[in-house]
């Protein structure tokens, strides 16, 4: 999963009732290679905003919400092409949470606008990895049906 991340890091958020921006931020980061995994929350969300992916006037200790989640881990895999309205509002939360609810990662009852648990981010971050992710992620796995 996040294997070079840091543990507590990982911890950290599979512990939190609700990540942050930061911890959110944190993962996306060190996935796309901007910072090394033993970034800040705030170094890892410059990094983000020196790239266009988040604005820069988020406070790291905001919680997300399930849309807000969407859009920053659908930007971990650029070449994942989204609906029209996706396209055109270059990756929009709505668009981006839509998405994954067309893609099956999220249920088709979950609301945009939840906060996000850490286990449930997780579980999310990994759903993606398997559904977008490479063999250089370590996703090429097969699954045993028992």
Partial sequence: MVFAQSADVVTSILDAEEVTYGQICYISAVHQNFVEDDASF???MKALVSTGQISENIAADKAVTMAELSAIYLQ???????GLMYTITKGAPRYAFKKLKSDGIL????????????????NI????MIEYGTSDEGMDMEWEVE
């Fill in 42 to 44: 705030e170094e890892a």
């Fill in 76 to 82: 971990m895999w650029p070449e994942v092409k989204g």
């Fill in 107 to 122: 249920s088709e009852k979950t609301d945009p606008s939840k906060k996000v648990s850490g286990a449930d981010a997780m």
């Fill in 125 to 128: 971050l990994t759903s993606c």
